[in-house]
Structures are given as C-alpha cells and as structure tokens.
C-alpha cells in the first residue's frame, strides 16, 4: 500500500507538490493560521518595542533561559514559568518546544503573538500547544494555569482563554505603569527575602485549596474567559 508520506515525497520528486496538496489537505492541514507580518513600534499589549529593554532570564529551577523585558514584566512572566516547570510539564527536556520569549521575529499568526516582540510573552510547549492547536491541558493541569493567574492578580493573560486558542501562550495584560504589576511582581520576587515561600517556585500553596479555587473563578469570570 502507497502511504500518504510516501506520495507526497513522489509528488516532491517529480515536481507536482503543489498540485497535489489540495487533493490531500486534511482538517488539520487548513486549520494552520495563515501568519502576516506585523508592523508598528509596539506590541498588541501597548508595549513597546525595545531590544534594548530584553535581557536573557534563566528560569529558576530549571535549566532553561529565555530572553524577557527586564524588570517587572520578566519577575511575574518567570513565575509563570516556573510553576509550569515545577507542576506542569519540565520545560528543559527538549520535549514540547520548550519555552520561547522574546523574538525579533514580526510574522504573527494572531495579533497576541506580537508581544514576543517586546518581550512581555512566554511560550510553554509551544510545538506541543500551537495557535489554534486541538491539544488541550488535563483538567487537573488547566486548575494549575488558573491558580497561576490568580497568582497573578490579573496582570497575565493565558492564551488558552484567547480566540484563536494557543494554550502555550501567556502574555503580561497590563499597561505600562501600572501599579498592579508593580505590587504583583513585588510579591513574585523570588530575590526579596521578605517574598512568602508560598509564592516560590515549587512550593506554592495548594491550588485545591476552597479560597485559592474561589480567587481563581473571581479572576477568570473578571477576565471573561
């Protein structure tokens, strides 16, 4: 029997792909967004875009670097990380696509994409969760993101809650100068030494637990997701 892999590698051979391929598209195949350039100095988000503000970040816990807007954008986006490190998937494995951050890259497939360019996004397995991507987390696993938002106090947007969907997707919601981010990157902090050890990386209080739950539907209703 002929399998699918081994006509589109004839069709390449003789030159015919492009014909080919629409007789073979499947759901999965035109289900791809369609990516376009995106133009303009700042990010979907209102962010800036700065190069000269991104530095490289090493995501506690793990062995993983990412390049991020320094200061508080880069304290509240790592803790986002690290949780997803510690209690979701490892995201130094390799496996996934790892993490991804800050790009120079403008071709975007939606226009939250775009914040990577000003280096207030993160993106946790983003092979295994791709924009518009059927794959989605374990229940127990969407409780954790929940948690980690109400961590975030609003100030982070989870892309599994945006049209089209890419649950490997978070990015800061936040303007520029607003206070909330500063008091919630205040708390994140894993350099303070006054930071709660409830809040670091690994030991982060019970996501099951009745008020934590009931923080993490306030948020997510307050949200419209």
Known sequence: MISRRSLLGAAVGTGVLAVASGALATPEAAAVPRTRPWAGGASANGWRIEPATVTVHHVEGSAASLGLRHGEVATVLLHVARRWHYEIAAIDTG?????AGYTTRRTVGADFESNHLSGTAIALHPTAYPLKGSERLWPHQEAI???ILADCDGTVVWGGDL???KVSHFHIAARP????LARVAARLDTSRTTVPRTQTAGTVADPAAPHRRAKARRLR???GA
Not at 177 to 180: C, I, T, V
């Open 95 to 99: 496996e996934g696509g790892g993490v």
């Open 145 to 147: 993101v929940r948690d």
């Open 163 to 165: 049209t089209p969907v």
């Open 177 to 180: 100068g607003d206070g909330a």
């Open 221 to 223: 209703q307050a949200q």
